[in-house]
């Protein structure tokens, strides 16, 4: 439920981020760029990418509840930023929000060994994200019901294209927030007991940073990790794919009309 409601919130945003900036290009360009929705999708990935190296080693150091909240909060700050949005900051939040992303999957992934065994991982995982990925439907109702609250803000569709203003974007990303504030107890509050024989309990955990990397690169030079290169690089081109182009195009919203 914790995941559900705080992946609510970020593919809510995924779907308007592009056009929530271009519309504020259009009213204010020294406030923010025509494409920087895509150049922040471009620092967000980067700095996942090198979060994945260090996030790890906080395991030495925190129980995995408290990494889980610690992604949330970084999701959090991330949608309030849309609050006072300019450029330096957006940017700042896209680095905050590639940070989130790996603090994510490592307090996630160390939290499912800690009560799951063996025999129960799969199922575990299968009705954890399935439970989750109701997000998508979701997503899709919170952002019905925020257009229609704000039918009053003087949103209008100007060449085509879906224009947000100043007061639906504060209104959809303080909604956001909220889901990610609420994320943020759920997983405060979820239990530290782990469960008997958990896969936690006979994972050797790496005690610096260093020794951490060098374990990495092993395991990527492994013939079973090389094997699996091309799935790898197919769910990250489907990722950006997915949170980038197929948004954009849906905020076409007059032209699509037109087709029916």
């Known amino acids: ?40 999708l471009a620092v967000m990935n980067v700095f996942y990418m090198l979060s994945n190296l260090g996030v790890p080693s906080l395991m030495n150091y925190f129980r995995c509840k408290w990494i889980l909240l610690m992604g949330a909060s970084f999701f959090t700050f991330y949608f309030l930023s849309f609050q006072f949005l300019n450029k330096f900051l957006y940017f700042f939040s896209c680095a905050v929000l590639g940070l989130a992303f790996a603090t994510f999957n490592v307090g996630y992934s160390g939290y499912l060994t800690e009560f799951s065994t063996r025999q129960t991982l799969e199922r575990n995982q299968a009705l954890n994200w399935g439970i989750s990925c109701l997000s998508v439907f979701f997503s899709g109702v919170l952002y019905m019901i925020l257009t229609t609250a704000s039918a ?109």
């Not at 981020?17 to 760029?33: A, F, Q």
């Not at 690089?233 to 087709?259: A, D, E, R």
């Open 1 to 40: 439920v914790a995941n559900l409601v705080l992946w609510t919130g970020y593919d809510a945003h995924v779907f308007i981020v592009e056009s929530v900036l271009h519309s504020v290009n259009g009213r204010d360009p020294e406030r923010i760029g025509a494409h920087d929705g895509y150049y922040g």
């Open 152 to 260: 009053q803000t003087g949103a209008e569709i100007v060449s085509h294209y879906r224009e947000y203003s100043d007061g639906e974007v504060r209104l959809f990303f303080l909604a956001m927030a909220i889901l990610g504030g609420i994320s943020m107890v759920l997983f405060a509050f979820l239990p530290n007991k782990q469960v008997d024989g958990c896969i936690a309990e006979t994972t050797e955990r790496t005690k610096t940073l260093k020794e951490q990397i060098d374990k990495m690169v092993r395991v990527l030079v492994d013939r079973r990790i090389l094997i699996l290169v091309p799935f790898y690089l197919y769910i990250g081109l489907f990722f950006s794919f997915w949170i980038s182009i197929v948004p954009t195009t849906l905020q076409f919203t007059k032209v699509f009309f037109s087709l029916f």
